[in-house]
């Protein structure tokens, strides 16, 4: 097996890097930090004044499609699982599943184990070594074999204390490849942004990762070795893609990729299987930061002014919630989840508006139902 070592292509101040906490996420800061204007506030807030005011894209059909957008996501209680517990007999039998594959040609095993994570739904896949530094320093672990909601109920509540979002994570020995899957999200309901149908593409988006990784997840253990299945939980997903060869961070603050821009959801699965590596798609990560710094069409389609107009990157973070001690354009993601509750969902203004994002024409809410 080889042991490839890229160089990760952006600038860390490494005397200062410290792993992310992810309590300082916005979708859990809104459920501790007191000092923020949306503190204590979730979608929910503004719905009814949304479905009563006739605009195109809010009505209660858009905010069903969203809502329902969720379900595998939310409520599939396999989806994020990090072991199977016991093989499970669905009719095939499970001896077979005991013992380790016996892998005799590495790559021709490596384009098997992408075909089935495409298969299985991905757009977009790519294999890396572990870093460390991506892997959150603490957060949430969900109990086994309990769905998103269920496990989230006390949460999601503000029932439950801040500790339950500060569990140290340290990734089970010997998990050192990471599958990194991108999930395209629908063309014309993007468009569409900050309208409804473009917060039900992200929604789709979320149970299709679910979906995907639940599958790859079984697959891998149906050949005798651990997987460790992730949403946006665990680790950054955007710096393991990058790694994983997948694309480049964009002003956005977005992964963008070469064939969808930053039109993905991210997923991945961590696993002790031996794969080779993808390399650092290099090439791709200098025209972006070529294009970033004269572009600004994000920056201009965002409502709130979260994007940065800054020429280069910096150091400097907007806010306790980025990611710091990296060279980056820095998103204020306060300001940006300030529009979110307000919006009553996500945006995506910053999706649609770029050109990595291919977006043929820009459609109403009206004519997405067409
Ligand atoms: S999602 Fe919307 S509010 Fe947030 S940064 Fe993008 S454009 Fe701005
Ligand atoms: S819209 Fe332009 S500036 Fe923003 S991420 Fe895309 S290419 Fe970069």
Redesign the pocket.
Same mark, same amino acid.
Not at 335 to 340: A, L, S
């Given at each position: 097996m080889q042991a490839k070592k890229q160089v990760f292509p952006y600038e860390i101040d490494e005397t200062s890097y410290n792993r992310f906490e992810q309590k300082f996420n916005m979708i859990y800061r809104r459920l501790w930090d007191k000092s923020l204007p949306t503190y204590g506030k979730m979608f929910e807030y503004n719905i009814d004044k949304h479905i009563n005011s006739g605009e195109d894209g809010y009505s209660r059909i858009d905010f069903a499609l969203v809502a329902a957008g969720w379900t595998v996501y939310e409520k599939f209680p396999f989806a994020f699982t990090w072991r199977r517990e016991d093989l499970m007999d669905i009719g095939y039998g499970v001896n077979w599943m005991r013992k380790k594959y016996r892998i005799s040609d590495l790559k021709t095993f490596t384009a098997k184990v992408k075909k089935a994570a495409k298969f299985y739904g991905a757009s977009l896949v790519g294999v890396a070594n572990v870093d460390t530094k991506w892997i959150y320093k603490s957060g949430f672990i969900r109990p086994a074999a309990t769905s998103e909601t269920d496990s989230k109920e006390a949460i999601r509540k503000g029932d439950a204390p801040v500790s339950i979002l500060e569990t140290p994570i340290e990734l089970p020995e010997g998990m050192d490849k990471v599958i990194v899957m991108a999930i395209e999200m629908d063309q014309v309901a993007i468009s569409t942004?900050?309208a409804q149908p473009a917060s039900a593409a992200a929604a789709v988006g979320y149970s299709k990762m679910a979906f995907a990784i639940a599958c790859l997840g079984e697959f891998i253990r149906n050949l005798g070795y651990r997987a460790v299945q992730c949403g946006n939980d665990t680790a950054l997903s955007i710096p393991l893609a990058i790694d994983a060869g997948l694309g480049a961070l964009g002003r956005?603050?977005?992964l963008l990729t070469p064939e969808y821009g930053p039109r993905v959801r991210i997923c991945k699965v961590f696993t002790d299987m031996p794969l080779i590596t993808d390399d650092i798609n290099l090439s791709f990560i200098e025209k972006v930061k070529e294009v970033c710094r004269t572009c600004y069409k994000?920056a201009d389609?965002?409502?709130?002014?979260?994007?940065t107009k800054e020429i280069d990157p910096t150091f400097e973070p907007a806010s306790i919630s980025n990611n710091s001690c990296v060279r980056k354009y820095y998103? *204020?993601?306060e300001? /940006?989840?300030?529009?979110?509750i307000e919006?009553s969902g *996500?945006?995506?203004? /910053?999706?649609a508006?770029c050109p990595f994002s291919k977006i043929q024409s820009f459609s109403t809410s009206s004519e997405f139902w067409k």
């Open positions: 942004a900050p956005n603050g977005l994000c389609a965002c409502e709130t002014g979260a994007i998103v *204020d993601v300001k /940006c989840f300030d529009f979110w919006n *996500d945006c995506g203004n /910053c999706i508006a």
